[in-house]
């Protein structure tokens, strides 16, 4: 993705964002420099990755596939395998009229996805096997603020503004938004975006950014190579 084309879907989604009430924290707004100058105030921030996520899968075709994401809080892997302190992660995602986000579950992540305003939000579910692997003719339950709800394989669930879902890791599912764009929220167990994707297709989790212009933000992807950190 080009860079320029990054900075404009920041400044959308900040409109959007505003649109229905959410305000995002200080260090969001802060240019590279000032990242680069605080980077030692921000190391909570930068070592659990929150801020800005735009992605592509990769695969180019930000439109018909990608996801708008920013994470506002997260715990740590460590407290999380010693069941005890920061267990927990908060993000907001915007997900496009008929934009894809491509199947995938998670080994670790417990999730609420909430449609927070907008449009409807269709999320397509599949089962897991015995093992954890993609199942085409496989169910399973789920819970839709709090009620059980059996599903099918490919069943969808259609999720109007204030409507959430609890998907638990083995499940799969893909999601877009329909008639219109879609602000959602996420409160899950800790994100580890780096290693607890697991794609139905071999993808990739982040953009691959062409430097045309100067980064308004920075990305989280971004952390390791503009701040010179592990």
């Not at 075709?61 to 908060?90: H, I, S, V, W």
């Not at 950014?209 to 989280?220: F, G, I, T």
Request: hydrophobic share 35%.
């Amino acid at each position: 993705m080009k860079r320029s084309r990054i900075n404009d879907i920041i400044a959308q989604s900040e409109d959007m964002m505003r649109q229905f009430g959410f305000t995002l924290p200080p260090f969001a707004y802060w240019s590279p420099d000032e990242f680069k100058a605080r980077r030692a105030d921000a190391k909570n921030v930068i070592d659990s990755r929150c801020g800005w996520d735009i992605t592509d899968y990769g695969a180019g075709e930000y439109d018909k596939m990608g996801l708008f994401l920013f994470t506002l809080r997260n715990g740590r892997l460590t407290d999380l395998q010693q069941g005890g302190g920061m267990c927990y992660a908060e993000k907001l995602l915007i997900s496009k009229q008929d934009q894809l986000s491509p199947m995938h579950t998670h080994v670790l992540k417990a999730e609420d996805i909430i449609n927070r305003g907008g449009a409807t939000l269709v999320i397509e579910l599949f089962g897991s096997d015995d093992v954890g692997k993609f199942a085409e003719d496989r169910g399973g339950s789920v819970f839709c603020d709090g009620i059980r709800r059996d599903f099918a394989a490919g069943d969808k669930l259609h999720l109007t503004p204030g409507e959430s879902v609890t998907l638990m890791p083995g499940d799969w599912h893909a999601f877009w938004g329909e008639g219109g764009d879609v602000l959602i929220g996420e409160v899950s167990t800790v994100n580890d975006d780096e290693t607890d994707n697991i794609f139905r297709e071999p993808i990739g989790r982040f953009a691959n950014v062409e430097e045309d212009v100067q980064p308004s933000h920075l990305l989280v992807s971004d952390y390791q190579t503009w701040l010179s950190v592990p």
